[in-house]
């Protein structure tokens, strides 16, 4: 058991440390051909390279600027724009460092004249080769919004402007990969799942009480974090980002000490209602840094994030009901749930430690 335990609280923490995405904004002015591109590049992964000057594991800002033209000299070498046949150089480009969600990323900012965009392609290969799942989000104002990923790498850009259609496929996708690569709320569904699967236990239709129950758990939880999802993506209101990373990460803590201390009839819809309105705000970072700017494109990416949110929820809930019931079948099935809420109690703690600062 205690082998589980530390196994569990391994392979969660390193889940919790991979690297999302980067973002890539591209900014066109079709009349008079300015070209102004923003990248977003996560510094997560850059933490791996000879830039720990004090070797004491922690990428200060100091550091990320005393080592800014390795870090720009990096990127140049894996974002590659070719405007009919011919390089851009990114060479000289406006380089910046800052904090969002929980996360360092380097912004790397420069303009272009005399661009007509149908010409412009790139190619781009960043961070492939130490996170197969990484994806570049790229916005092109009023235009259309594209992923690129590990299979593919390259995008030519046309004049055309993007279907809202199109537009809601591809927020839809990026919801789904969000809700399963965001292991912070996936432990707290799983948290939340706990209970309605012991409420239920041993009744002759319990899989499916289960799951009629945690729907509504998740319905609720789903209703509050799409009210502050949508709050924070219009720009009306957004707390301190400390406040929502540690936020998410306390409310992790609590339902696992609720479930721990078997206090099961405690998790009720107000306690849910009132993380998710939290968790919503966590959310909002990839609709905010993706920059859609046009109130309707907005709505309709901020509707599409949210569906796939959703799926990726249902996706989880359907995974996980069958193994809990397996659990609950076990004549150990108490040491079992006590050590994954334990273990997630463990893992929330840190988390919060680590985002208010304490360590």
Known sequence: MRFL?????????LCAHQLRENYLRVDYNAT???????????????ENSNIDDNHNEIISFKELRHHKKNLLHYAIKHIEFFYHGKKLTLD??????????DQTY?????????????GLKLHYSMF?????KHKLLIHITQKRDVILDNEHRKYLFLSTTMTQFQRFKVFVQEGIYHILDGTDHLLFILMLLIPSVVKYV???????????????IITTFSIAHSLTLFIAGMGWYVPNTTFIESGIAFSIFIVALLNYLQKYGHVSYLIVFFFGLIHGF???????IAGVSNVFSFVVALFGFNI?????????????????FFIMKLSYRDRILKLITLGTMFIAAVWFMQRVGLI
Do not use: C, W
Request: proline fraction near 1%; charge should be negative; avoid cysteine.
């Open 308 to 324: 796939g949110v959703e799926i990726g929820q249902i996706s989880v809930i359907f995974v996980l009901i069958p193994i809990l």
């Open 282 to 288: 966590g959310f909002a970072n990839v609709l905010e």
């Open 32 to 46: 008079t051909q300015n070209l102004l591109i923003d990248f977003e590049v996560e510094t997560r992964l850059l």
């Open 106 to 118: 380097m912004q790397i900012e420069k303009s272009f004249k005399d661009i007509e965009l149908y």
């Open 128 to 132: 492939f080769e130490l996170e197969k």
């Open 202 to 216: 041993g009744t002759f239709h319990g899989i499916r009480k289960s799951f009629l129950s945690l729907l509504k």
């Open 5 to 13: 335990l530390l196994f569990y609280i391994f392979i969660v923490s």
């Open 92 to 101: 000289g480009a406006k380089v910046t460092f800052h904090r969002y969600q």
